[in-house]
């Protein structure tokens, strides 16, 4: 840890990962390797985002994903572009996307990894210059075998991921991530083509006065929720939903806060997916000391049976996120 904060301001994401990869148990170089070639399509995707305008790569694809939504253009774009970089790179042997009905084996059949990734998040947003970002979990294969990744592979439970993370597209374009020994931040300089080092060792505040979630499904929201919301109001908290889990999420990390997305009538099961936006989420917060969970169990703790499942998601700082426990817990006493 000491030699964590060692690292100032301004350091180049690949010499942090250098100077980082002897903290990790399998120092091998791989995962490194993994990471660097994530922020290298980080950095293609986000020369797309910001151009997209210009190059007529806006609005529909013209096809629906697995989930029944209508992909995006830089859904489809920034799925190729990551898949591209981590096939490329040789240490993934299989990836789970968002934007694919089912996994891709990417011939690399002596890669250690699989990745499980949300390309492009936020769609509603992408046309609208809102901030979107991509979500990412790294696992290692189950097994020393090499071949396809298998299925097994793929549905580990969230506290067996070995890094995990996200970037965002904002007004800066952020990579955040954690290999298990706390969370940095890297800022992209796109004149240099670089990601340096901006907010070292990120911690959530314990408490905070910003609560995001979607209101317009209040009516189908499940009684504790509903009740919580009543008490924020009463707190004078403020309301702050863009409709980009990484763009919410990424706020609320930083100033405190909580996001709810609940289970819904049109989501009985919530909206968000649990093998690649919840699981990276969660790995996150609970390194900066947040929590995360689907209201009752802890969203790491969860084994996935299916790759596109669904999970209701409660996730921020921590007395934030206990107290929408005790009020769930509470309507369901009272029910
Ligand atoms: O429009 P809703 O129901 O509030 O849902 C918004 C949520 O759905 C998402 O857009 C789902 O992610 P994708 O855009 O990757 O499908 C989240 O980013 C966001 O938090
Ligand atoms: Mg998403
Ligand atoms: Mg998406």
Do not use: W
Request: contains cysteine; hydrophobic residues 35%; charged residues 20%.
């Amino acid at each position: 840890m000491d030699d964590q904060l060692a690292l100032p301001v301004g350091t180049t994401l690949d010499r942090f990962i250098m100077r980082k990869q002897e903290e990790f148990p399998y120092a091998t170089g791989e995962l490194s390797q993994l990471l660097r070639d994530i922020a290298l399509a980080a950095k293609i995707v986000n020369r797309e985002i910001n151009r997209a305008g210009l190059l007529g790569i806006t609005g529909n694809y013209g096809q629906q994903n697995v989930q029944g939504e209508e992909q995006q253009k830089l859904d489809v774009i920034a799925n190729i572009r990551f898949i591209r970089a981590l096939r490329n790179g040789g240490e993934v042997c299989t990836i789970i996307s968002e934007e694919d009905d089912h996994v891709i084996q990417t011939g690399n059949t002596e890669g250690k990894y699989i990745v499980a990734m949300d390309p492009l998040d936020g769609s509603s947003n992408i046309d609208v210059n809102v901030a979107i970002g991509t979500i990412f979990s790294v696992y290692r294969r189950t097994s020393d075998a090499s071949g396809d990744g298998t299925l097994e592979d793929c549905l580990q439970s969230g506290a067996r991921q070995v890094a995990a993370g996200y970037i965002i597209y904002g007004s800066s374009t952020m990579l955040v991530y954690t290999t298990g020994c706390g969370v940095n931040g890297f800022t992209y300089e796109p004149s240099l083509g670089e990601f340096f080092l901006s907010h070292p060792m990120i911690m959530t505040p314990s408490e905070g006065k910003i609560y995001s979630c979607n209101e317009g499904n209040l009516n189908s929201f499940p009684e504790g929720i509903k009740a919580y919301l009543d008490y924020c109001k009463e707190q004078n908290y403020t309301s702050r939903y863009i409709g980009s889990l990484v763009g919410d999420f990424h706020r609320n990390l930083l100033k405190g806060g909580v996001y709810i997305y609940p289970a819904t009538a049109k989501a009985p099961n919530g909206k968000l997916r649990l093998v690649y936006e919840c699981n990276a989420l969660a790995m996150i917060i609970e390194q900066a000391g947040g929590m995360a969970t689907d209201g009752t169990e802890r969203i790491l703790t969860k084994t996935p049976t299916e790759l596109h499942q669904r999970s209701p998601l409660v996730i921020g700082s921590p007395e934030m996120v206990e107290k929408v426990h005790t009020f769930l817990a509470e309507k369901v006493l009272t029910a």
